[in-house]
């Protein structure tokens, strides 16, 4: 069974939903000038991410002029500020034997893929987000039915390209993906037939050719012992039944057998293409420049998230030193979402101390009073708009 370690630090919860908690939990201190704080907060991160697209979206499109070519300044450029923008979104990037393990477990789906790994010129893999399930998987023409318990990651990024795609980068973000089947979301990857499929299709076509083939070797032999007999290569008269006929009819069901085998065979093949069709249909999200538009929405997400959990609580709670706020925020999260989650309290408290609004004295952080810090952020947004 395949368990990859936790992914990440991300809040499986919207800015939108978190802020209502924080408002219903009366977390919230201070009225307005708290609540416009959080709003010019929030307005700030924002705009630093509308910076990094417009960043991230010069470096993809150079990128692509320039071939893609590993191992170059732009292409360089462009996976460093790829890695760094996966990173503020809260994804992780799974190792190669964190990899090679999902790609050896037994997939839940009907699908049998197989990938070539030494086809790629570059292969990067984030995820973000775990949950465990377990489902009944049926085996055997379902006469056979087992439990299975399984990780599925929320996002997966797949960034990868091809040694032979004449410099194609190959962007896709997928949404619930579970860990056993993630060789479906390589773009090399090949529908094979299960064994068990093969089996069914072949085995009773190959008896079916055994005896027909019988049949006309045996129509055969007679009307060879038939030519002998009448051209006195032969004394033994023959006895002949069905002739020529039954050779043709022997030949033509031949034919048939192998027709349909081969129909058959086709048939399964494409119930396996569909199968694979749907599954990426309806867990793509995004694609190509569109698939890290949307990482750069989910990054502002998480960093806002962050920073308001942050500043609220250290407001509500007073002074705090980071580790007794990173246990308050988990204990508080975890009420809310009925899930563990490993609240990034570093992160969140550099964001707070970068924008002005919170202090470090020791290992003691302190939030600015609410008055105090909507004049630094207004004057924050202001010299940021007049650039």
Request: glycine share 6%.
């Amino acid at each position: 069974m395949t368990h990859l370690k936790p992914t990440d630090h991300s809040i499986p919860a919207s800015l939108e939903r978190v802020t209502a908690w924080l408002s219903a939990d009366q977390l919230v201190t201070g009225g307005a000038p708290t609540a416009s704080a959080l709003r010019l907060l929030t307005a700030l991160l924002r705009l630093e991410s509308t910076d990094r697209a417009d960043t991230l979206k010069s470096a993809f499109a150079a990128t692509i002029e320039a071939g893609a070519v590993p191992n170059t300044p732009t292409y360089d450029s462009f996976v460093a500020a790829l890695h760094e923008l996966l990173g503020r979104a809260n994804y992780r990037e799974i190792s190669g034997a964190e990899l090679q393990e999902a790609f050896d477990s037994e997939a839940l789906s009907s699908v049998k893929i197989q990938v070539d790994m030494t086809a790629f010129a570059a292969l990067h893999i984030f995820a973000r987000g775990k949950e465990r399930r377990a489902e009944t998987v049926r085996s055997l023409f379902g006469l056979r039915k087992r439990r299975v318990e399984f990780d599925v990651l929320e996002r997966v990024f797949v960034f990868s390209s091809l040694t032979q795609s004449d410099g194609a980068l190959n962007l896709k973000l997928f949404g619930n993906i579970p860990v056993p089947d993630m060789e479906m979301l390589l773009p090399n990857c090949k529908v094979k037939m299960r064994r068990i499929d093969q089996a069914v299709v072949f085995l009773p076509a190959t008896i079916s050719v055994v005896l027909a083939a019988s049949k006309v070797l045996f129509s055969l032999t007679a009307i060879w012992s038939a030519i002998q007999f009448y051209t006195g290569l032969s004394k033994n008269e023959p006895i002949v039944s069905g002739g020529w006929g039954l050779v043709a009819a022997g030949s033509f069901t031949l034919l048939g057998i192998t027709m349909g085998a081969y129909t058959k065979y086709q048939k399964r093949r494409l119930e396996y293409a569909n199968a694979h069709s749907r599954t990426l249909y309806f867990q793509t999200l995004d694609s190509e420049s569109g698939a890290f538009l949307r990482v750069l929405d989910e990054a502002f997400e998480e960093e806002a998230k962050e920073a308001v959990l942050a500043y609220a609580f250290l407001l509500a709670h007073g002074p705090s030193t980071e580790i007794a706020l990173d246990e308050r925020v988990e204990q508080w999260l975890r009420t809310k979402i009925g899930a563990p989650v490993d609240f990034e309290v570093d992160d969140a408290l550099a964001k707070l101390a970068r924008l002005g609004v919170a202090t470090r004295s020791g290992d003691v952080w302190t939030a600015m009073p609410s008055e105090t810090a909507t004049e630094r952020l207004r004057a924050r947004w202001v010299g940021t708009a007049d650039r």
